[in-house]
Every structure is written in structure tokens, then in C-alpha cells.
């Protein structure tokens, strides 16, 4: 199996992950905030994971939320206002505290290290309270399949599509999206593994977590709860 190393080309910085920090300056925040506040109670604190340049965070002080934000980019985490911010690796934190919220976004869960996705969810795990919630974002195995080449969106003057897709084994794909806004153009390549609903569960249960249920009528956010908290 050929796996691409994350990259990314276009102006500014370009993060480990191969994440355009201009490009995600300009992106509008969606229901994240909405799919919090559905879970975690007013004035809860959440942990929000590869936070970026606070597209959720910013949103989440506002309602007031008390948030700390992790991330491993210095140029991100300098965007970030109002919010706690730590630089690192998700897999190497270790706060020593507990939150009411873990918010894992951007699909990150579907990394093809395999290692490295129990790492994430372990970090998850380590840090959400026993009577708290971590969030997580992911392709369910539907959309997953559903994946080609030129699917996208436009919105706001943004264009966000898939450019390239290459099936390089069994459910694991290299995939390269680009982002347009106005005469700028980025790219972002990535290895996306394929999760089914079982093998999700499973991931979680190793990591000391149990799948509580889907928080999106698509499916894309999950809900996963302490063992230890029943």
C-alpha cells in the first residue's frame, strides 16, 4: 500500500497536515457550534482537538463556552482569540484535566496509521470527563464509498471540491481536495481509511470509549462515552 504523505500547495503556511492556514482563515464556521450545544451543557468546557485557526472555538467563547484549543501549528493556533491555546501533537496531549466536551473534527479519526488513530482517541479518552461527551466527525462507510473525483460544493465564493482520488487498497484511499476563493487557489492531499460502523465501535472500545449514537441525521458526528462512566 502506497500511502501520500499529507501536503499541501498555495499561498502562506502550510501545516504538518498539509493545511493551508490562509484557506482555512477564510472558511465560515458550519453546525459545529449547534452539534456542541446539542451535547454539551451551557458554560461546559469543551477541549476542541486540531482546533486550527478557531473556526469552532470562536463560535463556542461566544456562547460561552469555556474552550482549550490544541493544535500543532503555531501559524494556526496564532489565529485563535479568546480561548486557552496549546500547541502539540493530539496524540502526545496530556493536560491532566478533564472536560465536559472532546471535540475530534475534521475527520481525523479516518487517518490510515493505525496506530496513530488510537493515539487520537486515547488522547480523547484521557481527557473527557466521566460524565462528559467526545464529538467526532467521520465519512460513515456510505460516503466513504460514495467518494469521486469532482464532487465538491460552491458556497459564499468559496469552491471546495475533490480533485484526485486514488484507491490504493481495500477502504483506503489518497485523496487531494482543492479549495478556490476569488483568484487564489490551494491544495490539500491526505490518506483516508475507510471505517465501518463496527470497526468504529471496536476503535473506540480499545481506546477506553463506547459509540453513544449519531448526532447528524447523515451520520457525520458521533457520540462516544466513557466505559468507565457507564
Given at each position: 500500500?502506497?500511502?501520500?504523505?499529507n501536503s499541501?500547495t498555495g499561498?502562506?503556511?502550510?501545516?504538518?497536515?498539509g493545511?493551508?492556514?490562509e484557506?482555512?482563515?477564510l472558511?465560515?464556521?458550519g453546525a459545529?457550534?449547534?452539534?456542541?450545544a446539542?451535547?454539551?451543557p451551557?458554560g461546559?468546557s469543551v477541549?476542541?482537538?486540531?482546533?486550527?485557526?478557531?473556526r469552532?472555538?470562536h463560535?463556542?467563547?461566544e456562547?460561552?463556552?469555556?474552550?482549550?484549543?490544541?493544535?500543532?501549528?503555531?501559524?494556526?493556533l496564532?489565529?485563535?482569540?479568546?480561548?486557552?491555546?496549546?500547541r502539540?501533537?493530539i496524540?502526545?496531549l496530556?493536560?491532566?484535566r478533564?472536560?465536559?466536551?472532546?471535540?475530534?473534527a475534521?475527520?481525523?479519526?479516518?487517518t490510515a496509521d493505525e496506530?496513530?488513530?488510537?493515539?487520537?482517541l486515547?488522547?480523547?479518552?484521557r481527557h473527557?470527563?466521566?460524565?462528559g461527551?467526545v464529538l467526532?466527525?467521520?465519512?460513515p462507510?456510505?460516503a466513504?464509498d460514495a467518494?469521486a473525483p469532482?464532487q465538491?460544493?460552491?458556497?459564499?465564493?468559496f469552491?471546495?471540491?475533490?480533485a484526485?482520488l486514488?484507491?490504493?487498497?481495500p477502504?483506503?484511499?489518497?485523496?487531494?481536495?482543492?479549495?478556490?476563493?476569488g483568484e487564489h487557489?490551494?491544495t490539500q492531499s491526505?490518506?483516508s481509511?475507510?471505517?465501518?460502523d463496527e470497526?468504529?465501535?471496536r476503535?473506540?472500545?480499545?481506546a477506553g470509549?463506547?459509540?453513544a449514537?449519531f448526532?447528524?441525521?447523515?451520520?457525520?458526528?458521533?457520540?462516544?462515552?466513557?466505559?468507565?462512566g457507564?
Amino acid at each position: 500500500m502506497e500511502i501520500t504523505p499529507n501536503s499541501g500547495t498555495g499561498s502562506g503556511p502550510i501545516t504538518p497536515d498539509g493545511s493551508p492556514v490562509e484557506f482555512y482563515k477564510l472558511v465560515p464556521v458550519g453546525a459545529e457550534p449547534d452539534i456542541v450545544a446539542g451535547v454539551v451543557p451551557a458554560g461546559g468546557s469543551v477541549l476542541d482537538l486540531g482546533a486550527g485557526v478557531g473556526r469552532v472555538t470562536h463560535p463556542l467563547v461566544e456562547r460561552g463556552y469555556e474552550v482549550v484549543a490544541v493544535d500543532e501549528s503555531a501559524e494556526m493556533l496564532a489565529e485563535v482569540r479568546g480561548a486557552e491555546t496549546v500547541r502539540s501533537r493530539i496524540q502526545d496531549l496530556r493536560l491532566g484535566r478533564r472536560f465536559d466536551g472532546v471535540l475530534l473534527a475534521s475527520h481525523l479519526v479516518h487517518t490510515a496509521d493505525e496506530a496513530g488513530r488510537r493515539g487520537l482517541l486515547e488522547a480523547c479518552a484521557r481527557h473527557v470527563a466521566d460524565d462528559g461527551a467526545v464529538l467526532i466527525q467521520w465519512l460513515p462507510p456510505e460516503a466513504h464509498d460514495a467518494q469521486a473525483p469532482g464532487q465538491g460544493r460552491t458556497d459564499g465564493g468559496f469552491r471546495i471540491e475533490l480533485a484526485a482520488l486514488e484507491r490504493v487498497a481495500p477502504g483506503v484511499v489518497n485523496a487531494t481536495m482543492r479549495y478556490r476563493h476569488g483568484e487564489h487557489e490551494w491544495t490539500q492531499s491526505f490518506t483516508s481509511r475507510r471505517l465501518s460502523d463496527e470497526e468504529l465501535a471496536r476503535a473506540l472500545e480499545e481506546a477506553g470509549l463506547r459509540l453513544a449514537g449519531f448526532l447528524t441525521k447523515d451520520r457525520g458526528w458521533v457520540k462516544a462515552v466513557p466505559l468507565s462512566g457507564g
